[in-house]
């Protein structure tokens, strides 16, 4: 029991820390947990060498196949991420237009900006302090899903050597950032069909075994009770991830 006890704890503890961490909105490939994964490993080794012979092979495949699937859900939760900083993109833009036009002065329009999208606070500061508006713009526009700022930045640093209209620039530039996004939208579309014709076919091995098990036979006695379930469930499970990563591999492709 002590040892079954030590290998689960060993186990979830590995899960844990191999599982990459939740992404945030400014910051999507930050893993928190990157440090610890040696450790990780460790642990999921000493969890395997716990488990009875009988029991270590499932335990490592579950384990991987809850990376792969944490790995997944990161990847569509990053998607979604990017989505919502390209729509506060088109606010923030029709925000400094609007403040701008009415005649207000740049720090303060930057503020209502920060207030309104935490990213777009460096860029007060540099206005602020007298810095390169622009380049903090281009800053802000690596973050993912937020590329319509470099617009603004361009308009910023035409108004700035020209003397042209502050105003009517964010205004023209937030117009160009609306209809770059409605073409992404357009494009997130086409790609939506062929991911959930890619998941379709990743749970339609689920939906065989369930019919198999109401037809009287016992697939689920086989893929969990003998080596050759075992290697039968790694091959189509990693088969499986294969087709969903491949899938997201071209959406992001497309997207870029």
Same mark, same amino acid.
């Given at each position: 029991?002590?040892?079954?006890?030590? &290998? *689960?704890?060993?186990?979830?503890?590995?899960?844990?820390?191999?599982?990459?961490?939740?992404?945030?909105?400014?910051?999507?490939?930050?893993?928190?947990?990157?440090?610890? /994964?040696? &450790?990780?490993? /460790?642990?999921? %080794?000493?969890?395997?060498?716990?488990?009875?012979?009988?029991?270590?092979?499932?335990?490592?495949?579950? *384990?991987?196949?809850?990376? %792969?699937?944490?790995?997944?859900?990161?990847?569509?939760?990053?998607?979604?991420?990017?989505?919502?900083?390209?729509?506060r993109t088109v606010e923030?833009?029709?925000?400094?237009?609007?403040?701008?036009?009415?005649?207000?002065?740049?720090? &303060?329009?930057?503020?209502?900006?920060?207030?309104?999208?935490?990213?777009?606070?460096?860029? &007060?500061?540099?206005?602020?302090?007298?810095?390169?508006?622009?380049?903090?713009?281009?800053?802000?526009?690596?973050?993912?899903?937020?590329?319509?700022?470099?617009?603004?930045?361009?308009?910023? *640093?035409?108004?700035?050597?020209? %003397?042209?209209g502050l105003g009517a620039?964010?205004?023209?530039?937030?117009?160009?950032?609306?209809?770059?996004?409605?073409?992404?939208?357009? /494009?997130?579309?086409?790609?939506?069909?062929?991911?959930?014709?890619?998941?379709?076919?990743?749970?339609?091995?689920?939906?065989?075994?369930?019919? %198999?098990?109401?037809?009287?036979?016992?697939?689920?006695?086989?893929?969990?009770?003998?080596?050759?379930?075992?290697?039968?469930?790694? *091959?189509?499970?990693?088969?499986?991830?294969?087709?969903?990563?491949?899938?997201e591999l071209i959406a992001?492709?497309?997207?870029?």
């Amino acid at each position: 029991m002590s040892a079954a006890l030590l &290998a *689960a704890v060993a186990g979830g503890g590995a899960c844990w820390l191999l599982l990459p961490g939740t992404p945030s909105a400014s910051h999507p490939d930050h893993d928190p947990t990157r440090a610890w /994964v040696p &450790a990780a490993v /460790v642990a999921l %080794g000493v969890a395997v060498l716990a488990l009875p012979r009988a029991l270590a092979a499932p335990g490592l495949v579950l *384990a991987v196949g809850a990376w %792969g699937a944490r790995l997944l859900w990161r990847r569509r939760t990053a998607a979604r991420l990017a989505e919502a900083n390209s729509a506060r993109t088109v606010e923030v833009c029709d925000l400094l237009a609007a403040e701008l036009s009415a005649g207000r002065p740049t720090e &303060a329009a930057l503020d209502a900006a920060a207030s309104a999208w935490s990213v777009i606070r460096p860029v &007060a500061e540099a206005g602020r302090l007298g810095g390169d508006v622009p380049a903090a713009f281009r800053a802000a526009s690596r973050t993912p899903g937020a590329r319509g700022l470099r617009l603004l930045a361009g308009a910023w *640093a035409v108004s700035q050597r020209t %003397g042209g209209g502050l105003g009517a620039a964010t205004r023209r530039a937030a117009e160009a950032v609306r209809r770059e996004q409605a073409t992404r939208r357009v /494009v997130a579309g086409e790609l939506a069909s062929a991911r959930a014709t890619a998941r379709l076919m990743a749970g339609l091995p689920v939906v065989a075994l369930l019919m %198999g098990s109401g037809a009287g036979a016992d697939p689920w006695a086989f893929l969990f009770g003998s080596p050759g379930g075992w290697a039968c469930l790694v *091959a189509g499970g990693a088969t499986g991830f294969a087709g969903l990563w491949w899938i997201e591999l071209i959406a992001r492709e497309v997207d870029a």
